[in-house]
């Protein structure tokens, strides 16, 4: 059995490149639910995913699917790896003193590292991401068009549904995951368990992935929001929650979630399956063997 590491550094290095993985191969799905969130339903030409990429693609062709790619590809790697090196980090300031963590502070340690990415990383790319599929621009056109009219604060626009977003994406996720982990295991004690085998990473992070989304969409709809171009018609998070609520209903908080989980799904599989593999291999270049 390969010990696990607790080295912040190894699970960084890991989370980066699962996260580059990650964000490559799902990327056409988190193209059509920004659009969903973006648009009122009436000025779409169509309702769904398959319909959505289908009209994309006869449109403007596949490469479009993939405009905004760049810049959250830039972000994803280290995105990601704030994300499972914050954990790591966190987690083993939160253990007690025999070592073990349980639900709660694992869902704490998971949140601040959500957090952490949220304030590094995410909210500045997000916000070129979600920019460039709304005004079908180039990740530098949109860059300029932000600093000219915003300046840098117009990369930290929607930081506090962000915030949310991320910290309550990764808390529930890293729990699930963990309480996952132990079952398939057979025990709770980090040390005693094995590496997952890739099938069951696989859908350890898929269950995850669908735990975090069903319950926590209406945050992710008001950070896409907060994030667009007409978000300035807003006065801040909750006045767009009030605002969209009135005029669309309150279905619209859950506008996205079925691309999203198309999206979630096969990407959080990808990367909890990706970083479990790459982990070991990257412990023993940094750790040697145990």
Same mark, same amino acid.
């Given at each position: 059995?390969?010990?696990?590491?607790?080295?912040?550094?190894?699970?960084?290095?890991?989370?980066?490149?699962?996260?580059?993985?990650?964000?490559?191969?799902?990327?056409?799905?988190?193209?059509?639910?920004?659009?969903?969130?973006?648009?009122?339903?009436?000025?779409?030409?169509?309702?769904?995913?398959?319909?959505?990429?289908?009209?994309?693609?006869?449109?403007?062709?596949?490469?479009?699917?993939?405009?905004?790619?760049?810049?959250?590809?830039?972000?994803? =790697?280290?995105?990601?790896?704030?994300?499972?090196?914050?954990?790591?980090?966190?987690?083993?300031?939160?253990?007690?003193?025999?070592?073990?963590?349980?639900?709660?502070?694992?869902?704490?340690?998971?949140?601040?590292?959500?957090?952490?990415?949220?304030?590094?990383?995410?909210?500045?790319?997000?916000?070129?991401?979600?920019?460039?599929?709304?005004?079908?621009?180039?990740?530098?056109?949109? =860059?300029?068009?932000?600093?000219?009219?915003?300046?840098?604060?117009?990369?930290?626009?929607?930081?506090?549904?962000?915030?949310?977003?991320?910290?309550?994406?990764?808390?529930?996720?890293? =729990?699930?995951?963990?309480?996952?982990?132990?079952?398939?295991?057979?025990?709770?004690?980090?040390?005693?368990?094995?590496?997952?085998?890739?099938?069951?990473? @696989?859908?350890?992070? =898929?269950?995850?992935?669908?735990?975090?989304?069903?319950?926590?969409?209406?945050?992710?709809? @008001?950070?896409?929001?907060?994030?667009?171009?007409?978000?300035?018609?807003?006065?801040?998070? @909750?006045?767009?929650?009030?605002?969209?609520?009135?005029?669309?209903?309150?279905?619209?908080?859950?506008?996205?979630?079925?691309?999203?989980?198309?999206?979630?799904?096969?990407?959080?599989?990808?990367?909890?399956?990706?970083?479990?593999?790459?982990?070991?291999?990257?412990?023993?270049?940094?750790?040697?063997?145990?």
């Amino acid at each position: 059995m390969v010990k696990k590491s607790k080295n912040p550094v190894v699970a960084l290095s890991a989370g980066c490149i699962a996260g580059g993985i990650e964000a490559t191969c799902v990327w056409p799905m988190e193209y059509i639910k920004t659009q969903l969130q973006l648009k009122q339903a009436a000025a779409l030409p169509y309702s769904g995913v398959y319909s959505g990429i289908s009209y994309t693609v006869r449109t403007n062709g596949v490469i479009s699917l993939y405009r905004g790619l760049l810049p959250t590809l830039l972000g994803s =790697m280290p995105k990601a790896g704030i994300r499972f090196g914050g954990n790591t980090f966190f987690r083993n300031q939160l253990r007690r003193e025999d070592g073990s963590l349980g639900p709660l502070r694992t869902l704490i340690a998971g949140t601040m590292a959500g957090c952490c990415e949220a304030v590094f990383c995410v909210t500045p790319v997000e916000t070129v991401k979600t920019k460039s599929i709304e005004m079908n621009k180039s990740f530098l056109s949109t =860059m300029r068009y932000i600093m000219a009219l915003y300046g840098i604060s117009g990369l930290y626009k929607g930081l506090t549904p962000t915030m949310l977003k991320q910290g309550s994406n990764q808390g529930l996720r890293f =729990m699930w995951f963990s309480e996952y982990k132990g079952f398939i295991t057979g025990t709770k004690d980090v040390s005693q368990q094995r590496t997952l085998l890739p099938y069951e990473s @696989l859908l350890g992070g =898929m269950s995850a992935g669908c735990f975090s989304t069903i319950l926590n969409n209406p945050v992710d709809f @008001l950070k896409t929001r907060m994030q667009g171009v007409e978000s300035k018609k807003y006065t801040g998070t @909750l006045d767009c929650l009030v605002k969209s609520v009135r005029s669309e209903g309150i279905s619209v908080l859950y506008r996205g979630v079925v691309p999203r989980l198309y999206r979630v799904l096969p990407g959080q599989g990808i990367i909890f399956m990706s970083f479990e593999t790459i982990q070991d291999f990257i412990s023993r270049i940094v750790e040697g063997s145990k």
